[in-house]
């Protein structure tokens, strides 16, 4: 794997999540029922961060749960013999509720299609809509995103690496060739 360029430093990505912030607002201002899920890791990550931007701008504070769509992922058997589980934790009803999917890059579609099915799994949601702070394109399935940080078209020999601090110490999207 070899280093290409850097897509988006701190504060590019807090500009963008801050921009997010405000369409997210905009768009659910009516909606009582309003969660921001996060698909495990670095989408909790972000949904945590939004939220907190939401909070500073619209003063409400939205509640944040989290989904691991490992067991529901369409390649298990590609990903590993023996899958590290994450925690799926849902602090609010999923039924009847506006519920935002949060992940850090949208690419084909098959982790947003793995997280939907978890929520169905666990009630029938209001609406789904989706925030990603990347889209590198290149999709799979129909999936596409409502609210995007930025928009990265990519090679499939590419590799598009999301940092967050909380995780990775610090925050940055870099893009990588895999050749």
Do not use: C
Request: aromatic letters at 4%.
């Amino acid at each position: 794997m070899r280093f290409k360029a850097n897509v988006m430093d701190a504060a590019q990505m807090r500009r963008a999540l801050i921009r997010m912030g405000h369409r997210i607002v905009e768009h659910n201002r009516a909606s009582p029922a309003v969660a921001l899920v996060g698909i495990q890791r670095r989408g909790l990550t972000l949904a945590r961060e939004l939220a907190a931007v939401i909070r500073d701008l619209d003063g409400f504070d939205i509640p944040v749960g989290a989904v691991d769509v490992t067991l529901y992922r369409d390649d298990l058997a590609l990903v590993a013999e023996l899958p590290a589980l994450k925690n799926t934790d849902l602090p609010f009803p999923v039924t009847d509720a506006d519920i935002i999917l949060v992940d850090d890059v949208l690419y084909t579609g098959r982790t947003v299609k793995a997280a939907m099915e978890v929520l169905w799994s666990l009630g029938r949601p209001k609406t789904v809509q989706l925030a990603v702070l990347i889209d590198r394109g290149r999709r799979e399935l129909p999936i596409g995103a409502n609210f995007v940080g930025k928009t990265v078209p990519s090679e499939r020999d590419e590799l598009i690496s999301v940092s967050v601090k909380e995780i990775d110490g610090v925050n940055s999207v870099d893009l990588y060739s895999l050749n």
